[in-house]
């Protein structure tokens, strides 16, 4: 059953995301634990390594594509835009709920970036 999920890019593109984030968070906590207490600083790190991981995994293990320039730079930018659409969001939403804000951040956008890596990213026959 496990490996009929894995037959969908879907399934893959959630399990490399969620092993991805959990990749910026130990690494964000081993820097404030074992260096320095700079929450900001830990989560650049963080991001940086969740970053270069998931691109990885997402074009060799989701997408099966080469890796290039080209793409790693449309990767970072659907990565970036994501993570400045989910700050904006939880700042925006006109819901006075912060849980359910987050929830709607966390279920929505990373289907969104899923399409946009789909058509764009990796589109496939594409020159870059």
Excluded at 105 to 127: A, D, G, Q
Aim: glycine content about 2%; proline content about 2%; aromatic content about 18%.
């Amino acid at each position: 059953m496990i490996r009929k999920a894995l037959n969908y890019k879907l399934v893959r593109y959630a399990l490399t995301g969620g092993l991805a984030t959990a990749v910026h968070i130990t690494i964000a906590y081993c820097y404030i634990y074992f260096i320095n207490n700079a929450l900001f600083i830990a989560n650049i790190l963080g991001f940086i390594v969740a970053f270069i991981f998931s691109y990885l995994l997402q074009s060799l293990f989701v997408f099966k594509h080469t890796l290039t320039l080209m793409k790693a730079i449309k990767f970072f930018s659907v990565q970036f835009s994501s993570l400045l659409i989910s700050i904006l969001s939880s700042d925006y939403l006109p819901l006075e709920n912060s849980y359910f804000k987050t929830i709607i951040v966390v279920l929505l956008l990373p289907l969104f970036t899923y399409i946009i890596h789909k058509f764009w990213t990796f589109k496939e026959n594409s020159s870059s």
